[in-house]
C-alpha cells in the first residue's frame, strides 16, 4: 500500500468523523418552529446577512457606553442601562467570526432582543431594513454553513444568503455573567 492511500483513507475517515460530530453539536433545527408569515429585521454582520424575529426585536438605538462585565466572554461588549434596566451587549461580529471585538464606529447600532425573559443587547454594524419571508422561503442550515450553530434556517435574496438567527442559541453561545448593578456604565440608552 502506497502512502498517499494510507493517508488518504485516513483523511476521508477523519472527514466522516467531522461531520458525524458537526450534526452530534449542531443539529438540523426543525423548519416547523418557522411560521407561515415572519416578519424578520436584516442586519449585515461580517459580510453576512442574519434575520431576526421581529417579534423578538424590541428597539434599535445607537452605540451607547457599556461597562465591561467581569469574566464575561470574549465577544461581549459590556453592559448598559437600557429603560432602567442593565443588558449585556453582545458583538455579533466577534460572535460570528470569532475574531476579537473590532473597534466602534458612529454607524454601530445595538439591536436590542428579547427571548422568553431574556433581554440582549446586540452590536452590529448595518441595519439593512424589515422584510417578510414566507415559510417556503426558508431551507434547513446544513451544518458545514458558516454561524450554522446559530441559526435556525436559510433563505436566499437578492443581496445574498439570510441566516434566522436562533435566539436560544445565541444567547447560549454567549453565557454571561449578571451586570453588577453599581457599575453604573453612565448614560441610559432612551431616544
Known sequence: MEPQDKHLRRLARLEREVSRLRAELFPERRLEEIPATLDVLIVGVADGLLAFPLAAVLEVIPLVPCQPLPDAPPQTLGHMRWRGAHVPVIDTTALWTGRNLAPRRLEDRIVVVQHE???RGLLVPEVLGVDRF??????AVRADTGGAELALALAHRSAGSVLLVSLPHL???APLPLADPA????TEAVP
Open 183 to 186: 457599575a453604573d456604565p453612565g
Open 134 to 139: 414566507q415559510k417556503a422561503e426558508w431551507d
Open 171 to 173: 444567547f447560549a453561545a
Open 117 to 119: 425573559s431574556v433581554v
